[in-house]
């Protein structure tokens, strides 16, 4: 990640902290993470389903198709995240940059609410951490 990637990422997320803790200071501090042990990633075979044959028509490539759907999961809020992580994986093997996943999440802010984005760029986070200790 870039210098100049990292201190815009870092200024997204420490915004989000500071309108989070304006909103309701009670989730600045939340963590869904134990909701994760509930919801199963999805399996490949319903990836193929969904993305492969379903959706996989003419109009949009997969990338473009992969970060409406970071958009549809940040909107979600904490109840999507292992679904977040893997369509973050996804969309990053599909050629999307950190920065256009980072803006797909951001501008979801507007849609369902500062927490909700902070929440999806701190996932994005993880995963592009788990990226360069692979790489």
Same mark, same amino acid.
């Given at each position: 990640?870039?210098?100049?990637?990292?201190?815009?990422?870092?200024?997204?997320?420490?915004?989000?902290?500071?309108?989070?803790?304006?909103?309701?200071?009670?989730?600045?501090?939340?963590?869904?993470?134990?909701?994760?042990?509930?919801?199963?990633?999805?399996?490949?075979?319903?990836?193929?389903?969904?993305? /492969?044959?379903?959706?996989?028509? #003419?109009?949009?490539?997969?990338?473009?198709?992969?970060?409406?759907?970071?958009?549809?999961?940040?909107?979600?809020? /904490?109840?999507?995240?292992?679904?977040?992580?893997?369509?973050?994986?996804?969309?990053?093997?599909? /050629?999307?940059? *950190?920065?256009?996943?980072? #803006?797909?999440?951001?501008?979801?802010?507007?849609?369902? /609410?500062?927490?909700?984005?902070?929440?999806?760029?701190?996932?994005?986070?993880?995963?592009?951490?788990?990226?360069?200790? *692979?790489?």
């Amino acid at each position: 990640m870039s210098d100049g990637f990292a201190r815009l990422f870092s200024q997204m997320l420490a915004s989000g902290q500071e309108m989070a803790r304006a909103f309701n200071p009670g989730l600045e501090n939340f963590d869904p993470r134990a909701f994760e042990k509930l919801i199963p990633t999805m399996s490949a075979d319903m990836m193929e389903m969904w993305f /492969g044959r379903t959706f996989n028509r #003419e109009g949009l490539d997969a990338k473009t198709r992969l970060l409406l759907t970071i958009g549809a999961l940040t909107v979600q809020g /904490g109840a999507a995240e292992p679904q977040l992580r893997l369509a973050v994986r996804h969309a990053r093997q599909a /050629g999307a940059t *950190q920065r256009e996943i980072a #803006e797909t999440i951001w501008q979801m802010s507007m849609f369902g /609410g500062v927490p909700a984005m902070q929440k999806a760029l701190d996932l994005a986070q993880s995963v592009f951490a788990e990226e360069e200790d *692979q790489g």
